[in-house]
């Protein structure tokens, strides 16, 4: 019969709680591991994660004992892999040190953060081809991009300061910067996956390309892609554009996007439409954007934030909602992501209502999608050309019909 102390000191419901997720933690590891043909798998690895719970939950020092028994174990398993074929397993050593760590975490009461770290974990070991494809071509101004994209976020934006630095209060510096970091970060991470995967296929790389920067993307696509996969190519890059806009408004004004998202969901899914049938496809191009980190890009990046949000802010100010989406569509034209954050700051802020910063999102990405046409124009034929004119129209009738339909139902 268990005793008053033992039931408070371990009570049941929790205990099964910890249990279940130290051993959920260890199994998604070693399933991992196992799949890549390791001979530590699964079950070492919820045994490992499941001895850190439990040894944490007995006493902090029988916590360190046991992480003395993890260490003992892996150097056995690198003594016999260097028996068996004289090469070491330095990673699933490591990992199986983490997973006792995260198992100890679990007992001591934590969740997030090693539910957290397993996955991101599990996805840095699951990319070993993909990582190592992509560091073995990586340049040095690459290398040096996220070195300076850690910089910008880590070390410039705690120091700038949090206040409007104008008596017009249109420029706080830490606001701007700190949403000039997350622009330059998503473009960064877009520019990652298009190193990784924008060789599985023509519309992989046109979509990839998309998220990074869709215009550079058709423009250089142009040059290398002919006949009806143009089409193809335009209405892919412009559905990156569109939910990479989703994403930033998701970001920085959750309340905008209750506005925003139906309209372009819907001109996304007239890209999808208008895409049926279009399967044939081809070999990947390597397209000529550079990293989109440097310094004089996010200097350009925060000058060009800034003045669409001055301009955006003073349209709001003189000319009302109707200045304001003026200048979001006019803004747009010259870049959809700052437009969209821009309107998505100034929502956050307090400045405008969130469904005004969620109606200019989707006139900026209008706008954006207009801007493509001159670049296809003048290097078509007349039926490509009708094609793309007649493609670009529903996608934009769609999104007014959306928006039209959404303030006749009182849906702000």
Do not use: C
């Not at 000039?180 to 298009?194: D, E, H, K, Q």
């Amino acid at each position: 019969m268990l005793d008053l102390g033992t039931v408070t000191r371990f009570p049941p419901n929790a205990v099964a709680f910890k249990i279940a997720v130290a051993l959920a933690i260890g199994m998604l590891v070693g399933f991992e591991r196992e799949s890549a043909s390791k001979d530590v798998g699964i079950r070492t690895f919820g045994l490992t994660s499941l001895l850190g719970a439990v040894s944490v939950m007995v006493s902090p020092a029988y916590g360190l004992v046991a992480m003395v028994g993890v260490i003992v174990l892996v150097a056995l398993l690198n003594l016999r892999s260097l028996v068996a074929n004289q090469s070491l397993e330095i990673t699933t050593s490591a990992a199986l040190l983490v997973t006792y760590a995260l198992g100890t975490l679990v007992g001591l009461g934590h969740s997030f953060t090693p539910v957290a770290a397993t996955i991101l974990m599990t996805l840095l070991l699951a990319w070993k081809v993909e990582l190592r494809k992509f560091a073995g071509g990586v340049t040095m101004d690459e290398l040096r991009s996220a070195v300076l994209l850690g910089l910008i976020g880590l070390v410039i934006y705690p120091i700038l300061p949090d206040r409007f630095v104008d008596r017009w209060q249109l420029v706080n510096l830490q606001e701007a910067w700190i949403t000039v970091v997350v622009i330059a970060g998503i473009a960064f991470v877009n520019y990652v996956l298009l190193r990784l995967y924008g060789n599985r296929g023509l519309y992989w790389t046109a979509f990839l390309g998309g998220l990074v920067n869709n215009r550079a993307a058709i423009a250089e696509l142009m040059n290398v892609v002919a006949g009806l996969r143009i089409v193809g190519v335009v209405l892919l890059a412009t559905l990156a554009m569109y939910l990479r806009n989703i994403a930033l408004l998701a970001l920085f004004a959750p309340r905008a996007l209750l506005t925003a998202i139906g309209p372009l969901l819907a001109m996304a899914g007239v890209s999808l439409l208008l895409l049926t049938g279009r399967r044939e496809d081809e070999p990947g191009r390597d397209l000529a954007l550079t990293s989109p980190i440097s310094l004089r890009r996010v200097l350009s990046y925060a000058v060009l934030f800034l003045a669409i949000q001055v301009i955006s802010t003073l349209a709001e100010r003189l000319f009302g909602n109707l200045g304001f989406l003026a200048a979001s569509g006019l803004s747009g034209m010259a870049s959809s992501a700052s437009a969209t954050a821009a309107a998505a700051n100034l929502s956050a802020a307090g400045k405008i209502v969130p469904a005004l910063a969620g109606t200019a999102a989707v006139v900026a990405s209008m706008a954006s999608t207009l801007t493509n046409l001159p670049l296809v124009f003048k290097r078509l034929p007349h039926a490509l050309r009708l094609k793309i004119a007649v493609s670009t129209t529903l996608q934009i009738a769609m999104g007014l019909a959306v928006l039209g339909a959404q303030r006749l139902l009182g849906f702000h």
